[in-house]
């Protein structure tokens, strides 16, 4: 090219490039669980909507356990917790497919960069270790968790058998903190993890659980877009509180806690047998009742509300019902496998 054609490119790109100021590009949520601990249908679980679903007669959809991946870029991907069906939910998701490189290592590669743990829950933790692969990725935990998993957990050592495998980031609850790659690069998005619930999980002994801060037991994940967006990721919500509802106004996107229509539901479920609990026992605010989700969130008028962790028990499933028609009326949406948006 001609000298002149260079200045010619550069005075006719230059006022255009300051006259538009960069664009950021926007986050990329991809659901690919949305079903609560057990999956629907569950294993063990005869309920009326497993059975349905099971004879194919169910309006409505099965569900793998709840799992969202969020990106900046739509090359790297961070997680929110890391569930029991990830290997599915990857093989699902073309996103998170390996991509060949040139390199030596060209068939080993993997777009996800890191994940960030809310809680030391199996059902949020257990996908940790299918990514044990010896690939290079960043776990994002408050210390109580790390701790848990790491040093009383032995399995876990699986994830640090060599340098430059895991690499374990503690934060601190409230503050807001940038998810960086495994290799420090920046993915332009920003966490912050709200205190929710006191309890540990119940394979935590006492003795270590007297030793644990009892603000890093169970946390929501804030996450922010380069836009500056926000999304929340809350799928275990014990109650809803004058804290938690400030928080939830400046949201764009709310996945919330639709683990349990009612207070009772395993109750009448279960006919009270030996694991029987209610949804507050279990950590879950219900989706109905006054003290529920849907009267208590009803004033929220900015964030698009979403449901997610829903129980395979839950009637709202079931879309030729009355609780889903009910939800949706309120202006709730109930997540699928496979949804994707932006903010
Ligand atoms: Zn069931």
Redesign the pocket.
């Known amino acids: 090219m001609p000298i002149w054609e260079y200045v010619k490119a550069f005075i006719l790109e230059l006022p255009d490039a300051e006259s538009k100021p960069a664009k950021l590009p926007p986050m990329r949520v991809k659901v690919l669980g949305s079903a609560a601990g057990g999956g ?3 294993w063990n ?3 009326p ?2 059975r349905a679903v099971r004879a194919g007669t169910f309006r409505g959809k099965a569900r793998t356990q709840t799992q969202v991946a969020v990106s900046a870029d739509a090359r790297s991907w961070f997680l929110p917790g890391a569930s029991p069906d990830l290997r599915a939910q990857i093989e699902a998701t073309a996103e998170l497919h390996p991509r060949s490189g040139t390199n030596e290592n060209a068939a080993r590669q993997s777009p996800i960069a890191g994940v960030v743990l809310a809680n030391a829950d199996i059902d949020h933790v257990l996908g940790l270790l299918l990514l044990r692969e010896l690939q290079p990725l960043r776990v994002y935990a408050a210390p109580s968790v790390h701790r848990i998993l790491t040093e009383d957990n032995s399995m876990f050592a699986m994830l640090q058998r060599v340098p430059g495998q895991v690499e374990w980031t503690d934060f601190v609850p409230r503050t807001t903190f940038p998810l960086l790659g495994p290799a420090g690069n920046d993915s332009g998005l920003h966490c912050r993890a709200i205190p929710l619930s006191t309890n540990y999980p119940a394979y935590v002994s006492p003795q270590r659980q007297s030793e644990l801060a009892l603000r890093e037991a169970s946390l929501g994940l804030m996450v922010e877009s380069p836009p500056g967006k926000r999304l929340a990721y809350v799928p275990a919500v014990p109650h809803i509180d004058d804290v938690l509802l400030k928080e939830l106004e400046s949201l764009d996107v709310l996945l919330f806690d639709g683990t349990f229509w009612s207070d009772d539901e395993l109750l009448r ?1 279960q006919g009270g047998g030996i694991s029987a609990q209610t949804a507050q026992q279990m950590g879950h605010v219900p989706v109905s009742s006054a003290e529920g989700s849907l009267s208590k969130l009803a004033g929220l008028r900015r964030p698009r509300k979403i449901y997610v962790h829903i129980n ?2 839950n009637p709202m499933l079931n879309e030729a019902g009355p609780e889903y028609r009910q939800v949706r009326e309120a202006g709730w949406e109930i997540a699928e496998d496979g949804w994707e948006f932006d903010l």
């Open positions: 629907f249908p569950q679980c005869a309920c909507n497993c479920i395979n028990t």
